[in-house]
């Protein structure tokens, strides 16, 4: 039987390798993202359109969510795993964190997970159960500096991980979280091009710093993360629930 699965933030970075990935296993997927641009290039990369839905759309808005979930659901008939990845990133402290920012990180993070799988998991019930993966952290296993509200909000999606998958295991839908290091993203991209900018250095800085902290001397790649959502969303990790796995190339084991 083929399979349907929702994922959020699906057009950049870990998203859009998450698309590719369920598509190349033969998976239809829906999936929504804020940026129409990038959507559009990967559909036609992807060039599966019978198997490819995008809706435009804001997580944070539970409206937007409605609407790509039940889009999904009409277009391929049910829907069996959802992928919370859509996530933002803000370097601050606890001392210098504005009101504003606070607000928009745990809305993004925090509710934007909430909302998607409050419109998403009433239907892996409807189909007799299946998987939800959220995209945490290494962070829900370390603090960093400068991280503050990424670490508060991160966590908290950890904490959601452990308590669905006990709330949600007697109807046959398993929960785990994917966490992972530093990925070689649009969003770190973005976040080193501010850190250089702020401190008149050069972004090839930031990056050698970031990939001297690993083994391989690289961090990570969207692919990589991408093949162990696929597994926590396949039938392959049948007996994992309510775990958090490290996709972090060994940071956390120093």
Not at 84 to 110: C, F, K, P, V, Y
Not at 190 to 208: G, M, P, T
Not at 229 to 237: C, G, H, P, V
Request: proline share 2%.
């Amino acid at each position: 039987m083929e399979k349907t699965v929702f994922i959020t933030g699906g057009s950049t970075g870990i998203g859009a390798a998450s698309v590719k990935k369920f598509i190349q296993q033969g998976w239809k997927v829906g999936f929504m993202d804020i940026n129409k641009e990038a959507a559009t290039a990967l559909i036609a990369e992807v060039n599966q359109p019978e198997r490819l839905l995008f809706t435009e759309g804001n997580t944070r808005n539970r409206a937007d969510i409605h609407r790509a979930v039940e889009a999904t659901v009409q277009t391929f008939g049910s829907l069996n795993s959802v992928i919370a990845n859509a996530g933002i990133h803000r370097s601050n402290t606890l001392l210098d964190i504005t009101d504003e920012e606070l607000d928009l990180m745990i809305q993004t993070n925090i509710y934007g997970t909430v909302n998607t799988l409050r419109e998403a998991v009433p239907h892996l019930i409807e189909a007799g159960g299946g998987t939800v993966v959220i995209n945490a952290s290494d962070q829900w296993f370390v603090g960093k500096a400068h991280s503050f509200a990424y670490g508060l909000t991160k966590g908290a999606l950890g904490q959601i991980t452990r308590s669905l998958s006990i709330d949600l295991g007697p109807k046959n839908i398993r929960v785990n979280a994917v966490c992972a290091g530093t990925i070689h993203t649009p969003l770190v991209d973005n976040l080193f091009q501010k850190f250089a900018e702020v401190n008149h250095c050069s972004i090839d800085d930031y990056w050698r710093e970031e990939n001297a902290l690993y083994a391989r001397g690289s961090v990570g790649k969207p692919e990589e993360v991408a093949e162990m959502i696929y597994f926590l969303a396949s039938d392959a990790s049948s007996f994992c629930t309510g775990g958090h796995y490290l996709v972090d190339g060994g940071l956390v084991a120093h």
